[in-house]
């Protein structure tokens, strides 16, 4: 089992032990028998940009104001020359107002969307490559080291994943240091969260890795290239557009990252390879996160 210290470094991790973010529900199992689990809760919750009511996104419930902040921000419908004066958060309405100094109007992008490969079920407003042409990522170094650490602490951080399950995790990272764990029942939502966060704090991208455990699609190449990360890292596999999109920009794309082993489809010449694999522990199934959620 992960120790407490497990926590110790991150300025945001997850939260198992809140008892909100989960229900216990009772079934019965293949052999007939009573049995209670965790299982993850689902809220929605309404963003609003001003006066104007955006979508409404099946979340868990934590870190509201990030993710109204990070979903605008990777909507592009908050621009770098925006004014935010507040984000108001009402439990009640379950409703996120995000307010600025100017208001703006999207009524045209908000009639046209594109359904995501979000598990579950992202709405990306507008045209997705929008504002992606004029982006170059750092051609930031990354040293093979720092991708073993991250894994190995991620991979054993207690999370409600490990407690319920049905979730994905997103993780931003300093070299080998994770900072921020977020999670949701989407991928794109914790993505969100990570954006909102960096966006309130004034966190600097270029130095930045993105750890996820969702598939490197084509909106996750998107998002982490236009919030200016230049590595995006995952347990899991590839689109064929998320590689493509990713060679444009100039983002390292590592996948299928799992004990020794992992796959880079994007800046390869970006890596350090300052160890050998054969070093490194194996992965044993304690610790496995099923890669295919």
């Known amino acids: 089992m992960a120790k407490a210290e497990d926590h110790a470094e991150y300025i945001i991790a997850p939260a198992p032990q809140n008892a909100r973010l989960t229900r216990a529900v009772t079934g019965v199992d293949h052999t007939g028998a009573q049995s209670e689990i965790s299982v993850v809760e689902e809220r929605p919750l309404t963003i609003y940009l001003n006066r104007q009511e955006i979508v409404t996104a099946m979340t868990i419930g934590d870190y509201p104001e990030y993710l109204a902040l990070g979903f605008l921000r990777n909507q592009g419908m908050l621009r770098d020359d925006d004014v935010i004066t507040g ?11 995000v307010r600025t100094e100017v208001e703006t109007s999207y009524e045209e992008k908000l009639q046209k969307k594109t359904r995501t490969s979000g598990c579950a079920v992202g709405t990306v407003f507008g045209d997705m490559m929008e504002g992606l042409e004029d982006v170059r990522l750092p051609a930031t170094p990354v040293r093979t080291s720092w991708l073993y650490a991250l894994a190995h602490k991620i991979n054993r951080t207690p999370s409600l994943y490990l407690e319920a399950g049905a979730i994905h995790g997103t993780v931003l990272c300093h070299r080998d240091r994770p900072l921020v764990y977020m999670e949701d029942v989407g991928r794109h939502n914790a993505v969100d969260k990570i954006a909102g966060w960096m966006l309130s704090t004034g966190s600097d991208p270029a130095d930045k890795i993105l750890y996820t455990t969702g598939r490197l699609t084509s909106e996750m190449v998107i998002k982490t290239a236009m919030m200016g ?18 060679r444009e920009v100039g983002l390292t794309l590592i996948g299928r990252m799992r004990g020794q082993r992992f796959i880079c489809l994007s800046g390869d010449d970006r890596l350090e390879r300052d160890v050998d694999p054969a070093s490194m522990p194996q992965e044993d199934k304690k610790h496995r996160r099923k890669s295919a959620e």
């Not at 984000?87 to 107002?97: F, Q």
């Open 87 to 97: 984000v108001d958060y009402d439990e009640e309405l379950e409703t996120a107002v």
């Open 229 to 246: 990360i230049p590595v995006l890292v995952s347990r899991s596999g590839f689109t064929a557009w998320g590689v493509e999109i990713a």
